[in-house]
Nanobody
Framework: QVQLVESGGGLMQAGGSLRLSCAAS????????MGWFRQAPGKEREFVAA????????YYAVSVKGRFTISRDNAKNTVYLQMNNLKPEDTAVYYC???????????????WGQGTQVTVDS
C-alpha cells in the first residue's frame, strides 16, 4: 500500500507557473505508475498526465500537452507536475494517483492523494 500527499497548489495569475509535488510513503514507489488528475467544480475528474515506473513513458491530456510536464524522482519517492502558461480553465483540485500500469482512466488507479487546489485568475 502507498499513501500519497500532494502539495504546491495555490493561486496564480494566468500565464504563470506552478509545480505540484506528490510525496509517497513506503519503499515501493518505483513499482507504481503515477498519474495526475484534476477535478473542477461541477465536473468529472479528468486525466492530466501519467508516467511509467521508470519514467520512460509519459502521456498527457491534449489540453495540457506542451504546457505541463510530469516527472518523478524514485529516490525521493516523489512525482511532480510542472505547470507552465497556466490558464483559468486549469483551475481545479489536482490529485496524484498510483497504479500498476500507466493509464489515463481514473478507475485504473489504486491509490489517491487528498488533492491540492490550483486556482488561476484571469
Amino acid at each position: 500500500q502507498v499513501q500519497l500527499v500532494e502539495s504546491g497548489g495555490g493561486l496564480m495569475q494566468a500565464g504563470g507557473s506552478l509545480r505540484l509535488s506528490c510525496a509517497a510513503s513506503g519503499r515501493t514507489f518505483s513499482s507504481y505508475a503515477m498519474g495526475w488528475f484534476r477535478q473542477a467544480p461541477g465536473k468529472e475528474r479528468e486525466f492530466v498526465a501519467a508516467m511509467s515506473r521508470s519514467g520512460g513513458i509519459t502521456y498527457y491530456a491534449v489540453s495540457v500537452k506542451g504546457r505541463f510536464t510530469i516527472s518523478r524522482d524514485n529516490a525521493k519517492n516523489t512525482v511532480y507536475l510542472q505547470m507552465n502558461n497556466l490558464k483559468p480553465e486549469d483551475t481545479a483540485v489536482y490529485y496524484c494517483a498510483a497504479g500498476s500500469s500507466t493509464r489515463t482512466r481514473a478507475d485504473e488507479y489504486d491509490y489517491w492523494g487528498q488533492g491540492t487546489q490550483v486556482t488561476v485568475d484571469s
